[in-house]
């Protein structure tokens, strides 16, 4: 048997943000006790940034702070902050246009328990730039096929939170069928 293909390189132009401050991403590090890993427990923000000015940003920001607010977690950040982190990652990155993600999750806990930890575990504040990926024009110009799935997230679509193996399975549904 042939030696399996390497597994692909991370793009390591990716800029990281952990708790507000940039990183390498080899050097970027969550604990394995944070409630994200564990548990899903975070919300998320994806905004778009064009010619490295971020699209609506002060709605994206209210969108996070409600989304925040809807799982009873507490922001890391003001929108001071969050607008600084989210400056510096565009600074910093390669591209003019890019996506920028935000997470948030309820932190890391010395033990695995469904309760929200006390107040005294800070939230972890995770952000990445990267390139911002459009359709291209040729696909847009034909379209693509396309299923209809049953929608089995949880009753709460308007929360952006990171538990999002619902989709998972939905997406690879319609690879394996063909689809986009």
């Known amino acids: 048997d042939p030696d399996p293909a390497p597994a692909p390189e991370p793009d390591m132009s990716q800029v990281i943000a952990i708790d507000g401050q940039l990183c390498e991403p080899g050097a970027a590090s969550v604990s394995i006790l ?11 923000e994806l905004i778009p940034v064009y010619s ?27 929108v001071a902050g969050w607008t600084a982190v989210v400056e510096r990652l565009i600074a910093e990155a390669p591209w003019a246009d890019q996506s920028i993600y935000l997470q948030v999750t309820r932190g890391a806990d010395n033990k695995r328990d469904h309760a929200f930890p006390p107040a005294s575990v800070p939230p972890t504040a995770f952000a990445f730039s990267s390139p911002l990926v459009t359709t291209p024009a040729d696909i847009r110009a034909v379209g693509v096929a396309a299923i209809i799935v049953a929608d089995d ?24 069928e063909g689809c986009a």
């Open 52 to 78: 490295q000015r971020p699209f609506r940003l002060a709605e994206h920001l209210t969108r996070l702070q409600a989304t925040l607010d809807g799982i009873r977690l507490t922001n890391p950040l003001d």
């Open 34 to 44: 944070d409630r994200g890993f564990l548990y899903g427990d975070g919300v998320y």
């Open 153 to 176: 997230r949880w009753a709460h679509c308007n929360l952006k939170v990171i538990s999002l193996l619902a989709n998972i399975l939905a997406r690879q549904q319609a690879v394996e």
